[in-house]
């Protein structure tokens, strides 16, 4: 259990909060999460509370729990679509729970994040993870509750003190086939020929309209 903390990008000690290098831990990143992505920029899946969860799961045993408080771009950011690919496939079951609270968003989404459930201490959203991982269980299925929008700092604070894993209502989340999570269209761009594929200059594929492209 933890909640890893929220620096972004400080290998740079121009920064003066630089954190340490990881390269074992940052291998099994490139191995997994990197290795899976699509994402063009995937610096991001370098951070410290990713490392701290790929530290964690290649701890865990044939049964066990990956308990995190911790960003909340895991449920949706383009550059952790191989985190959740990966993820699938290591794990059995995930609770989520959405606290919003993304202050680097504008407008009317500013509003609808509310207050951020430290104090408004941090900019980044926060998410309640539960990953559980049963020997004798069979595919991955994810269980999701967000917290209202508009909601402050103090009412998402008391919204996880007066409400267990029991009590909470979650939706059964089913994947896309290119590992979304949330925000799914109704429509079949997915089954449709893309314009590039990467795999397709690297000669591990024929699917796209153009197989030149820079």
């Known amino acids: ?93 995930l609770y989520a729970i959405n606290l919003k609270g993304d202050a680097r968003t504008s407008g009317e989404r500013r509003q609808k994040e509310g207050g951020n459930v430290f104090n408004d201490q941090i900019r980044v959203g926060v998410a309640v993870y539960f990953f559980i991982r049963k020997e004798e269980a069979e595919g991955f299925k994810i269980l999701y509750n967000e917290i209202n929008d508009y909601v402050k700092a103090d009412a998402k604070q008391k919204y996880l003190s007066e409400n267990t894993i029991k009590s909470l209502n979650f939706d059964h989340i089913r994947p896309s086939k290119r590992n979304n999570w949330l925000k799914l269209a109704d429509n079949n761009f997915e089954d449709l020929i893309p314009l590039i594929d990467k795999d397709v200059k690297k000669g591990k594929s024929e699917k796209a309209i153009f197989k030149l492209f820079s």
């Open 1 to 93: 259990m933890g909640n890893p903390p929220y620096s972004a990008k400080q290998e740079n000690y121009n920064y003066q909060n630089a954190n340490r290098a990881y390269k074992r831990i940052d291998q099994r990143i490139r191995d997994t999460y990197i290795k899976e992505g699509t994402a063009q920029n995937q610096i991001t899946v370098y951070d410290m509370y990713t490392r701290f969860f790929r530290w964690a799961t290649d701890r865990l045993d044939e049964n066990g729990i990956v308990a995190f408080v911790s960003n909340n771009s895991f449920l949706n950011a383009r550059a952790f679509d191989g985190f959740r690919k990966v993820v699938g496939d290591e794990f059995n079951y």
